[in-house]
């Protein structure tokens, strides 16, 4: 069965710091990932996607891809106390897997 | 401004009662999706559409309908075969079918109750 799989966390970090979130799958066929933010009772969206092997930086944001190691990750820098919510890894290929979602509590 | 709207974003229901979720979006997205989410666990998909009058099964669709007659609007009903409905449901929409992935856009969910 194709999986996704994330801590759930909660991950506690201070304001300023890194947070660092990770994710495994299991489908070597999935060829995009993409990381989704979703705060308490709202919906997703969409803050990165990565489809090529290294790293991709947006602002604060930076995604990193290991496709021999079946890897994503997701580095807030200076973290603020607005990123607080749940993080979901999604890969996909002609479908798309989604993690439960790790809960980051950026502490002020 | 273009997006996706859902109602009702509170819904309670009796058992054995059929209720259906709306879905409305104005992005011009051909495809739509319909997702169950329940507490620590992943989205999951139930029924997508990639073009008017067709729609696909997803992996939970059991218990659920769905029709397609415009391209703005993929209305949902959870049916009394439905055995666990309670769960938060979200409508996505996107410019190209989950085939080639892409951006998901999502309405701001409708939460279900069965009392």
């Known amino acids: 069965q194709k999986e996704v799989e994330q801590n759930s966390g909660p991950l506690s970090v201070p304001e300023g710091a890194i947070a660092s979130l990770n994710c495994t799958y299991s489908?070597?066929?999935?060829?995009?990932f993409f990381w989704y933010r979703q705060y308490s009772g709202k919906s997703p969206e969409l803050i990165m996607f990565?489809?090529s092997n290294g790293d991709k930086e947006d602002g604060r944001f930076t995604a990193q891809l290991n496709k021999a190691s079946q890897y994503v990750s997701l580095l807030i820098r200076d973290s603020q106390p607005s990123d607080s919510a749940t993080y979901l890894c999604v890969g996909g290929n002609y479908q798309l897997i989604w993690g439960a979602g790790t809960k980051l509590i950026i502490k002020p | 401004d273009g997006g996706i709207t859902q109602s009702p974003k509170y819904l309670f229901r009796k058992e054995g009662q059929n209720v259906t979720l709306s879905c409305e979006q104005n992005?011009?997205?051909?495809?739509m999706y319909w997702y169950r989410q329940d507490p620590g666990q992943g989205l999951r998909l139930i029924y997508y559409s990639q073009i008017v009058n067709d729609f696909q099964k997803g992996d939970i669709a059991e218990g659920y309908s769905v029709s397609r007659e415009k391209k703005e609007s993929f209305p949902l009903t959870v049916t009394s075969a439905q055995k666990n409905p309670t769960a938060f449901y979200l409508c996505?929409?996107?410019?190209?079918?989950?085939?080639?992935?892409?951006?998901?856009?999502f309405g701001e969910g409708s939460r279900l109750t069965v009392l």
């Open positions: 996505a929409s996107s410019i190209v079918g989950q085939a080639n992935t892409g951006e998901l856009f």
């Open positions: 489908d070597r066929g999935s060829q995009s």
């Open positions: 992005l011009n997205h051909d495809a």
């Open positions: 990565i489809y």
